[in-house]
């Protein structure tokens, strides 16, 4: 999978793991990332709804 499309699957695994309740320090550990970019996800979230997880540049 390219960047584009690895970072749209990324998105819709984040959406889902933090709808199951998932934290982002855990979500940070399951897709290796740093705890700093699942803490943005989770903000981006809560102001954007799932569509808020995307990448501005999207």
Known sequence: MKGRQRRGAVR??????FAEGVTP?????RLR????????WQQARREGGAAGSESPRS
């Open 12 to 17: 819709l695994e984040v959406s889902g793991l």
């Open 33 to 40: 990332v740093s705890s700093k970019s699942a803490y943005q």
């Open 25 to 29: 320090p855990e979500l940070a550990r």
